[in-house]
């Protein structure tokens, strides 16, 4: 499978990439560098946008605002100036933490995790926002990732990509709230590779990204493995239905951790990539403040 690289800027650890059909725009981060990256997919230059601390994702509200997930809880995000306006705190106060994956449910709910700046075993957690509302859902991730949904709200997935193991949950399709346990969804214990950032076509494929394995995994709605794409860094770290159909992929990556041997062997590293797959995918909804 080819791939065209979207944006040639590299990131230390790019992450979070989100489509905006009404502007046909890509956001995305580069976490460890406080940088929010956006560019047009009918081309042009990429946009770098300095925060001033860590952030890992953004939703939108309307046509006005957008929410972007940082260190310190949930900003609204003015679209033509960039200010941020706190709006509610998580894990402000405790400063060894960071914001990692999320996605917005399809009631409007935001699934977002939090994680130790330095991947300590158990410093994170998978939180449920709504309408005003928060609540911790699992504690205790080291790193939290894959949080998606299936199109109909009734099925939500994760991974803690520590242990490699990638959970569905039945969900409340009018709430985003999981209902009963985790089941078991995809062992990749033992694998090269990690389980990393994850999307839900309508079709229940579930388009992972093999951080570790520079390729993009898709499983059928029983977990099974569908197919595999090359992505050319070997670090891919999450994908995102792009275009005005969503029936593209694209997918950030990231140079971090590699050495100056293994950057001469990955030279895309850290850029962010369109890839020549078909996909029958989605655009994300708005998130409920």
Same mark, same amino acid.
């Given at each position: 499978?080819?791939?065209?690289?979207?944006?040639?800027?590299?990131?230390?650890?790019?992450?979070?990439?989100?489509?905006?059909?009404?502007?046909?725009?890509?956001?995305?981060?580069?976490?460890?560098?406080?940088?929010?990256?956006?560019?047009?997919?009918?081309?042009?230059?990429?946009?770098?946008?300095?925060?001033?601390?860590?952030?890992?994702?953004?939703?939108?509200?309307?046509?006005?605002?957008? #929410?972007?997930?940082?260190?310190? +809880?949930?900003?609204?995000? &003015? @679209?033509?100036?960039?200010?941020?306006? =706190?709006?509610? %705190? !998580?894990?402000?106060?405790?400063?060894?933490?960071?914001?990692?994956?999320?996605?917005?449910?399809?009631?409007?709910?935001?699934?977002?995790?939090?994680?130790?700046?330095?991947?300590?075993?158990?410093?994170?957690?998978?939180?449920?926002?709504?309408?005003?509302?928060?609540?911790?859902?699992?504690?205790?991730?080291?790193?939290?990732?894959?949080?998606?949904?299936?199109?109909?709200?009734?099925?939500?997935?994760?991974?803690?990509?520590?242990?490699?193991?990638?959970?569905?949950?039945?969900?409340?399709?009018?709430?985003?709230?999981?209902?009963?346990?985790?089941?078991?969804?995809?062992?990749?214990?033992?694998?090269?590779?990690?389980?990393?950032?994850?999307?839900?076509?309508?079709?229940?494929? #579930?388009?992972?990204?093999?951080? +570790?394995?520079?390729?993009? &995994? @898709?499983?059928?709605?029983?977990?099974? =493995?569908?197919? %595999? !794409?090359?992505?050319?860094?070997?670090?891919?770290?999450?994908?995102?239905?792009?275009?005005?159909?969503?029936?593209?992929?694209?997918?950030?990556?990231?140079?971090?951790?590699?050495?100056?041997?293994?950057?001469?062997?990955?030279?895309?590293?850290?850029?962010?990539?369109?890839?020549?797959?078909?996909?029958?995918?989605?655009?994300?909804?708005?998130?409920?403040?």
């Amino acid at each position: 499978m080819a791939a065209v690289i979207l944006s040639d800027e590299a990131c230390s650890l790019g992450e979070g990439p989100t489509y905006d059909p009404a502007s046909d725009t890509l956001y995305w981060f580069d976490i460890l560098a406080s940088r929010m990256l956006e560019r047009k997919l009918s081309g042009g230059q990429t946009r770098i946008h300095q925060l001033g601390e860590m952030a890992s994702a953004i939703a939108t509200i309307d046509g006005e605002r957008q #929410l972007l997930l940082t260190e310190t +809880g949930l900003h609204v995000r &003015d @679209a033509a100036t960039g200010k941020l306006t =706190l709006h509610m %705190s !998580v894990e402000a106060a405790n400063t060894g933490t960071r914001s990692n994956d999320a996605r917005v449910h399809p009631c409007g709910a935001l699934w977002f995790g939090t994680m130790g700046k330095n991947a300590e075993a158990g410093a994170g957690a998978i939180y449920w926002y709504f309408r005003g509302e928060l609540r911790l859902l699992l504690p205790a991730i080291s790193i939290p990732n894959s949080i998606c949904f299936s199109a109909d709200g009734k099925t939500a997935y994760y991974v803690d990509t520590a242990v490699n193991l990638l959970y569905r949950l039945d969900c409340d399709a009018d709430t985003g709230l999981p209902l009963g346990e985790p089941k078991l969804f995809v062992d990749r214990r033992g694998d090269k590779g990690g389980i990393d950032g994850s999307v839900v076509d309508r079709d229940g494929v #579930l388009w992972n990204a093999c951080w +570790g394995g520079g390729r993009i &995994d @898709a499983y059928a709605p029983d977990g099974n =493995l569908l197919r %595999s !794409v090359p992505v050319p860094a070997v670090q891919a770290s999450c994908p995102a239905f792009v275009g005005p159909a969503a029936d593209r992929l694209a997918v950030t990556s990231a140079a971090v951790g590699l050495s100056a041997k293994a950057l001469r062997a990955d030279p895309h590293a850290g850029k962010t990539f369109l890839l020549d797959v078909a996909v029958n995918g989605r655009h994300e909804p708005n998130v409920l403040i």
